[in-house]
């Protein structure tokens, strides 16, 4: 069985790539190659004009009574604990091409976290024998 | 280790349903099988009566200054995907026994793509020992 | 490879949590240990004053002429089927440390089915070699 633990990273809202980025950065401590997939709204926030701004929270965090983040939303350190994870190990991140094309991005446009594009295809062998998510 | 690539299909959003077939897809264009657990709003999109109609997206598309699908969320061929999932290889939709009952939807008004139904205990069996996804 | 079943389990809804717990109580009447990290909005729909009330559905839920649940989404029953599920088997439901400290929420205010805190790398090392998934 191989120890590379690979993401398929779709969702765009800081909560949920925090939450990509801390499983990255902790694999990447413990020596395990990580293979991460950007599609559609986290490819979108890769984007360089967007991938400082506030990306938001998940939907579930809008329900009545919902404690909030303490220091706020826009303080979820999701972009530094993804560059904190490619210093720490063997992280690669690879826009799909097939979601480039649905939205209309140029892969020239991504933030340079971004290593290079490719298809399920690439990303389905790189994962092979590893833990997989979708996050 | 199995090779057989699982996936919990709960999400009804045309994003992730096209998210979900791309995976299914690409591992059956590999030769694995594929095995496909509907639960919720994802076998609520494979209702005859619905299933050819716009799904709208996730939650997340609707952040301010996010990118949109270049001809429309209708234009996500995510049935298509799944229909050449089914044709390249061995994929398996089972509709969720126990979201049926949730939900009050009768299997027989469920498109055809849909193999059978199933609970948990038999969707966990065919999983043992491969990588599973929750989408 | 190991049988243990391990979930991050981040989102706060009742249709998300009801499914992690359905998996999760699946997994332990076949003698498989599951090991759950609660993040974020699974987190905080943990917190005892809020655990017995109404945790909402997933947005996807929203859509107009989607089913609804028949008996309402408050019935749908998924802490007792995480009680039910560490009756069954070896359940273990950690509290994220740091998403403890990103809502400000002090660990003695969950819901006593919590069994202890702790972080990534510990919920790492106990999936080691078997499934996981991201909810």
Request: aromatic share 6%; net charge negative.
């Amino acid at each position: 069985m191989s120890d590379t633990l690979s993401i398929v990273l779709f969702s765009g809202t800081a909560d949920k790539l925090h939450a990509a980025a801390t499983l990255a950065a902790g694999a990447a401590a413990m020596d395990r190659p990580v293979n991460i997939l950007l599609q559609y709204w986290a490819l979108d926030a890769f984007r360089s004009e967007r991938v400082e701004t506030d990306q938001g929270l998940a939907f579930d965090a809008g329900a009545p009574g919902r404690s909030r983040p303490v220091a706020g939303a826009a303080s979820i350190p999701w972009l530094e604990t993804f560059r904190m994870a490619k210093e720490l190990g063997e992280v690669s991140i690879l826009a799909c091409a097939g979601s480039l094309e649905v939205l209309g991005i140029d892969a020239t446009t991504l933030d340079p976290l971004v290593d290079d594009s490719g298809g399920i295809a690439t990303f389905l062998m790189a994962a092979e024998g590893g833990q997989v998510l979708f996050i």
